[in-house]
């Protein structure tokens, strides 16, 4: 069995929740006012993006360290484009991996991508179904 992870979400007001995750507290609402939101916080689909990048972003540079890549900086993107019906959810996510350094090995980055997108990615994994993920690899000498 896998480990257990529990949120706790309390209403503010209007659609504003304050949220417990592991021992951190945020603020989640609508942007839009129409439906009573005030913009204090991220919206929870939004939530999404940079959980996709994180767990491949902590992907590709565990993988690199460990292929002994000597990289500088990495910067993981995530765009995102929606249907326009409800429910309304992201159709296309592309993710940009900026990896720079001196003499980056181009074929371990793409390696490192594949390995975080087939094997250990859980986001990726669950969003995959509805969702077309894309990627591009981009490599700065520094």
């Given at each position: 069995?896998?480990?257990?992870?529990?949120?706790?979400?309390?209403h503010?007001?209007?659609?504003?929740?304050?949220?417990?995750?592991?021992?951190?507290?945020?603020?989640?609402?609508?942007?839009?006012?129409?439906?009573?939101?005030?913009?204090?916080?991220?919206?929870?689909?939004?939530?999404?993006?940079?959980?996709?990048?994180?767990?491949?972003?902590?992907?590709?540079?565990?993988?690199?360290q460990?292929?002994?890549?000597?990289?500088?900086?990495?910067?993981?993107?995530?765009?995102?484009?929606?249907?326009?019906?409800?429910?309304?959810?992201?159709?296309?996510?592309?993710?940009?991996?900026?990896?720079?350094?001196?003499?980056?090995?181009?074929?371990?980055?793409?390696?490192?991508?594949?390995?975080?997108?087939t094997?250990?990615?859980?986001?990726?994994?669950?969003?995959?179904?509805?969702?077309?993920?894309?990627?591009?690899?981009?490599?700065?000498?520094?």
């Amino acid at each position: 069995m896998g480990s257990k992870i529990t949120s706790t979400l309390t209403h503010m007001d209007g659609l504003a929740f304050n949220v417990e995750l592991g021992g951190h507290t945020f603020v989640i609402d609508s942007p839009n006012p129409k439906f009573g939101g005030k913009d204090r916080g991220p919206s929870p689909k939004s939530l999404i993006l940079p959980a996709l990048g994180g767990c491949t972003g902590m992907d590709v540079a565990s993988i690199l360290q460990k292929m002994r890549v000597p990289f500088t900086g990495l910067e993981v993107t995530v765009e995102a484009e929606t249907n326009d019906q409800h429910p309304v959810y992201y159709t296309e996510l592309r993710i940009t991996y900026t990896v720079r350094g001196k003499g980056i090995d181009r074929k371990k980055v793409e390696r490192a991508v594949e390995l975080s997108r087939t094997t250990y990615c859980g986001v990726s994994f669950m969003l995959e179904p509805r969702s077309k993920i894309t990627h591009e690899i981009v490599i700065e000498e520094a």
